[in-house]
């Protein structure tokens, strides 16, 4: 498909403006087709290109696209907050909230902010309230209480179920890439069970509790203070997930509603903390289950 790029980059293009007619039109149905297949078609040509991982590989490939970007007819401040978003990643740091904040385009024209629009958009006229928000990852919308309730329970049985006859020796084999080892998924599970565990605490005590940015994910090749056993490892998970679960079906349902300010996501209800831990550990069974099969 990406050979043939002049084709299909109109046919995207236009998909967006067909939507916006149907839309108007209150063709909502047809409109949701051109919308997902605009989606497809971008995610697919891009799913074909390789992007290196390495730091310094990636901070290069941002500052080229800023590079792109600053030609065409681009937002300054969009501009502004992709430079220090690849500064903070030169840094080896996450970029934080009030270096990037959340960008918002207007569904009808295409206009962009960056930061909460206050006024109605200049160049169509569209209800600031209308813009649609980018969040940093759709983890934070993805469940509902209950339904993330649900996911909390049901993950680490899937998780026991995966470890389940592993021997140690398998459990410690690191990736054929060098990657993570099953006890390291399980560790990083762990860590990441801690990091919400004390958050939904801090959610319980605080109407407006403030959130640090926490970089989870370099925690778990650490093997400091961890036991020996990845089986052992895994039953701290289980424990403290259970107890988590217990304590937020004692929550009154408003408090899932609790505005906490996260360093790195800025603003964030209890609900979509909790909806972003739950859906996050899904993004590690098929790792595991790659990994048991070798
Ligand atoms: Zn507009």
Known sequence: MTADK???ADTLIHLFALACKLEGEGQYNLAKLCRATADSLSRR???????PSAQNDLVADTEQTI???????????????????????AQGRLALFNETPHPYVCRTCG?????????KCPTCGAWASTYQRFLPVYWLDALEPFATLEKLRQTPIQVESLLQGLPEDVLNQPASDGGWAIRNIVS??????????????LFLQDEHPSLESKAVFAWATNENE???????????????RAEMISQ????????WWRVGQHEEFGPVTLKQQVS?????ELTHLPQIERLAHK
């Open 6 to 8: 002049s084709k299909w």
């Open 45 to 51: 040509a891009a799913y074909a290109i390789e992007i």
């Open 67 to 89: 590079d792109a970007l600053s030609k065409l007819d681009v937002d300054k401040n969009l501009i502004a907050a992709f430079q220090c978003g690849a500064a903070a990643m």
């Open 111 to 119: 206009h962009l902010t960056v930061g909460e629009p206050s006024e």
């Open 188 to 201: 990083h599970l762990r860590d990441a069970q801690g990091v919400i565990s004390f958050r939904v605490e």
């Open 226 to 240: 961890r036991p020996s056993l990845t089986r052992e490892i895994f039953e701290t998970y289980k424990a403290s």
């Open 248 to 255: 937020l079906e004692k929550t009154p349902l408003g408090y």
């Open 276 to 280: 972003y831990f739950a859906s996050h």
